[in-house]
């Protein structure tokens, strides 16, 4: 099993970035897939999640307006778009999968993660 996110970087206060979560060796199109983040000295939390039927959860509600995921399973690939990024979204983002009909905010409801990929938002 691989989970490898990507698209992480340096970007000022209201720039966008588009995190891509790429996963093999299990059954993709079958997994919830969330994104989680860990800002330094803060424990990790659930920020979004798309199910298996596209149905996507918000567990943050900065994010709402700001943050879209979607799904190619062609692909299996996840996508993070992030908009009007602000300071306080820099954290390490790390994607996990999850064999669940519905999204969980809890990290312990998800099998497979991957190694994280930092985002920063600074001027």
């Known amino acids: 099993v691989q989970v490898v996110e990507s698209g992480g970087g340096l970007v000022q206060p209201g720039g966008s970035l588009r995190l891509s979560c790429a996963a093999s060796g299990f059954t993709f199109y079958y997994y919830s897939i969330g994104w989680f983040r860990q800002a330094p000295g803060k424990e990790r939390e659930g920020v979004l999640c798309?199910?298996?039927?596209?149905?996507?959860?918000y567990f943050v509600d900065s994010v709402k307006g700001r943050f879209t995921i979607s799904r190619d399973n062609a692909k299996n690939t996840v996508y993070l778009q992030m908009n009007s990024l602000k300071p306080e979204d820099t954290a390490v983002y790390y994607c996990?999968?999850?064999?669940?009909?519905?999204?969980?905010?809890?990290?312990?409801?998800?099998?497979?993660w991957g190694q994280g990929t930092q985002v920063t938002v600074s001027s």
């Open positions: 996990a999968a999850a064999n669940r009909q519905y999204c969980s905010g809890s990290s312990r409801d998800y099998m497979y």
């Open positions: 798309i199910n298996r039927s596209y149905d996507s959860t």
